[in-house]
Every structure is written in C-alpha cells, then in structure tokens.
C-alpha cells in the first residue's frame, strides 16, 4: 500500500512542479511519472522496512 500512496504522492507534487515552471501537457506528464516513480520506490523500501522489522 505504500508504494501505491507514495506514487500517488509523487505524481501529484510532480505535476504541481512542472506547472509552476509553466510546462506544457507532456512536461506535466513527464514530471508527475518521474515523481511517481521515485516516491514509489521510497514507499517500497519504507513497507519492506516495516515489514522486516515487524518479523522480528
């Protein structure tokens, strides 16, 4: 689940970006997947964190 919420995340505050920087639709795009992407991976890594440490 947090992969999924930390892509969602991601992606939002990606597309918040580029339009700050007056993007057009594929620059939107491009930065809110690129985001996606990164914070989802960050989510990865922080569930099989938790889950690691909750076995013990």
Not at 21 to 31: H, T
Not at 45 to 50: D, E
Request: proline share 2%; hydrophobic share 60%; no cysteine.
């Amino acid at each position: 689940m947090a992969p999924f919420i930390g892509f969602i995340i991601g992606a939002v505050l990606g597309s918040v970006i580029a339009k700050r920087r007056d993007g057009q639709v594929l620059d939107i795009a491009q930065y809110a997947f690129g985001y996606g992407v990164l914070f989802g991976l960050i989510g990865l890594f922080v569930a099989i964190f938790l889950a690691r440490s909750a076995v013990g």
